[in-house]
């Protein structure tokens, strides 16, 4: 059996992950791929309830907690969703991932990049996407697109210098991994944006 390809999708709030994240699934679909589409935090029953933890405005906590609570709904993901359905062929559409702890936390919140390493190799080992789309826009765009569909959560509720510095944040993280890393421009109406992914996915299954 071959392995399936492992993509994810990342960006500030309001950039058009979810949206993106549905199309890209039925695309593949269409191509005949079995896809599992899935988001963190979450994914599992437990990372749900992690993901309440950490979206809830009135729950307060350490910079360091919510890295960790990041990391160890991802423990559950990779083990009970994601390393199961590679295995078996699958191709894992995920709803953010690991770059957004680097994007978040480290740049948002100033955890140190390295101690997001050590938990990154703790957790995840040898894994890595095989892609990542990234998109990228100015933050008052994403906050303004957000907060036409809902309410915001604990992250949303940020500040701008906050989304600036997350925004930054995935830049780096595009700058050291140019070749897993694909920056997207979000701030195009959203068929552009599918001319450009119809084409991305068109590479990805030849
Ligand atoms: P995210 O998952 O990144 O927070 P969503 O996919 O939920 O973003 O999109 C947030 C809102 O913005 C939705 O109402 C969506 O329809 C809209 N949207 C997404 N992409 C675009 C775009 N390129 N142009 C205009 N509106 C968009
Ligand atoms: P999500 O629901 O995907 O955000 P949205 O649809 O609004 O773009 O993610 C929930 C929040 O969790 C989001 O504000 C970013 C945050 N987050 C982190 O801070 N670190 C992480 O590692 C992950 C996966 C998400």
Request: hydrophobic share 40%; with cysteine; aromatic share 6%.
């Given at each position: 059996m071959?392995?399936?390809k492992?993509?994810?999708?990342?960006?500030?709030?309001g950039?058009?992950?979810?949206?993106?994240?549905?199309?890209l699934a039925?695309?593949?679909?269409e191509?005949?791929?079995?896809?599992?589409?899935t988001?963190?935090?979450?994914?599992?029953?437990?990372?749900?309830k992690l993901?309440?933890?950490?979206?809830?405005?009135?729950?307060?906590?350490?910079?360091?907690?919510e890295a960790?609570?990041?990391?160890?709904?991802?423990?559950?993901h990779i083990d009970?969703?994601?390393?199961?359905?590679?295995?078996?062929?699958?191709w894992?559409i995920?709803?953010?991932f690991?770059?957004?702890?680097?994007?978040?936390?480290?740049?948002?919140?100033?955890?140190?990049?390295?101690?997001?390493?050590i938990?990154?190799?703790?957790?995840?080992?040898?894994?890595?996407?095989?892609?990542?789309?990234?998109?990228d826009?100015?933050p008052e765009?994403g906050?303004r697109?957000?907060?036409?569909?809902?309410?915001?959560?604990?992250?949303?509720q940020?500040?701008?210098?906050f989304?600036?510095?997350?925004r930054?944040?995935?830049l780096?993280?595009?700058?050291?991994?140019?070749a897993?890393?694909?920056v997207i421009d979000?701030?195009?109406?959203?068929?552009?944006?599918?001319?450009?992914?119809?084409?991305?996915?068109?590479?990805?299954?030849?």
């Open positions: 071959t392995r399936g492992f993509i994810t999708l990342e960006g500030i709030d950039a058009g992950k979810s949206t993106h994240c549905a199309w039925a695309v593949l679909r191509r005949k791929h079995d896809v599992c589409m988001r963190e935090p979450g994914g599992t029953e437990l990372g749900e993901r309440q933890i950490l979206l809830d405005r009135s729950q307060a906590m350490h910079l360091d907690t960790l609570l990041m990391f160890a709904a991802r423990r559950e009970k969703v994601i390393a199961p359905a590679l295995a078996r062929g699958s894992v995920c709803d953010r690991t770059d957004a702890t680097f994007a978040y936390q480290g740049g948002g919140r100033g955890v140190d990049s390295r101690r997001l390493e938990l990154e190799q703790w957790v995840q080992g040898g894994l890595q996407p095989d892609l990542t789309l990234l998109f826009l100015p765009v906050r697109r957000a907060s036409k569909i809902r309410h915001p959560d604990r992250f949303e940020e500040h701008e210098a989304f600036q510095r997350v930054q944040g995935y780096q993280r595009a700058l050291e991994a140019q897993r890393i694909r979000a701030s195009r109406d959203i068929e552009q944006i599918q001319q450009e992914l119809a084409m991305i996915a068109q590479e990805l299954c030849r």
